[in-house]
């Protein structure tokens, strides 16, 4: 007997959606996703789309009518819920674009559950087109079949980040003057949690001088080698994950 096909199809285009989606529902996609369906992945009638809401999960959605700017969608089925991913935040400060693009992007990725940029006094930048941000962990969510969209917060100082820290919340520093490893000291620490990054250059020693005084904070290490902003944080969140996270 011929294999039943696969539904929806692992091809399906996968797109977030502003509205929240529910069993039967119908509405039009404008815009971008209008143009990224119809022109690029040229979707007709009766194809599946799969859709995420940020809110209720990942539905499967069954195309009708497209148009020249608008394509109609109905509801047809709810693959998974919403997940709830690890509550690991990473606070990286901010890079040159490029490379801080890349850590948004990884960090959803690799399961993040809030990215709160960094102001510190060696950055290269001191601010973020939240707008650009948002696109882009929203594409790597849609690419890595993430159905929960990091929160993306506005970058603040790192002495704004240390005084309203939660006191619940561990907060690991790398840093490059060295501390305990990072997979040990992931593996033995349970709740909420976070990873500070610095910037090219490190922190100077005031701000390393702030960090380890604070209650919260835990000196960790990710090997003798000295890492790009970008690396260490991409290394720290895939040991994390590993050892204390949902892989």
Not at 79 to 99: F, H, I, Q, Y
Not at 167 to 186: I, K, M, Q, V, W
Not at 226 to 243: Q, S
């Given at each position: 007997m011929p294999a039943t096909p696969a539904w929806p199809p692992k091809s399906a285009p996968r797109l977030f959606v502003p509205d929240e989606l529910g069993m039967?529902?119908?509405?039009?996609?404008?815009?971008?996703?209008?143009?990224y369906l119809g022109k690029v992945m040229r979707v007709r009638e009766g194809d599946v789309v799969i859709l995420c809401d940020d809110i209720t999960g990942e539905w499967a959605a069954q195309v009708g009518q497209v148009g020249k700017h608008r394509v109609d969608?109905?509801?047809?089925?709810?693959?998974?819920?919403?997940?709830?991913?690890?509550?690991?935040?990473?606070?990286?400060?901010?890079?040159?674009?490029?490379?801080?693009?890349?850590?948004?992007?990884?960090?959803?990725e690799l399961g993040a559950a809030r990215i709160q940029p960094l102001v510190t006094r060696r950055c290269v930048a001191d601010k973020l087109n939240l707008e650009r941000a948002r696109a882009i962990t929203t594409e790597a969510a849609e690419q890595c079949a993430r159905t929960a969209l990091p929160q993306l917060a506005e970058p603040l100082k790192l002495d704004a980040l240390l005084?309203?820290?939660?006191?619940?919340?561990?907060?690991?520093?790398?840093?490059?003057?060295?501390?305990?490893?990072?997979?040990?000291?992931?593996?033995?620490?349970?709740?909420?949690?976070?990873?500070?990054?610095?910037?090219?250059g490190g922190f100077d020693e005031a701000e390393r001088a702030a960090i380890r005084a604070h209650p919260a904070a835990r000196a960790i290490t990710l090997g003798t080698r000295?890492?790009?902003?970008?690396?260490?944080?991409?290394?720290?969140?895939?040991?994390?994950?590993?050892?204390a996270g949902d892989w």
């Open positions: 039967g529902r119908t509405f039009a996609l404008e815009g971008p996703h209008a143009h969608v109905t509801v047809a089925e709810q693959l998974r819920p919403r997940e709830n991913v690890p509550d690991l935040w990473l606070c990286p400060a901010l890079l040159k674009k490029d490379r801080f693009d890349m850590v948004l992007e990884k960090a959803t005084t309203s820290w939660p006191e619940s919340r561990a907060l690991f520093f790398a840093d490059e003057n060295g501390g305990e490893p990072a997979s040990s000291t992931f593996a033995q620490h349970k709740g909420p949690a976070a990873i500070l990054i610095g910037p090219e000295i890492l790009r902003g970008e690396t260490a944080a991409i290394a720290a969140l895939g040991v994390w994950m590993a050892t």
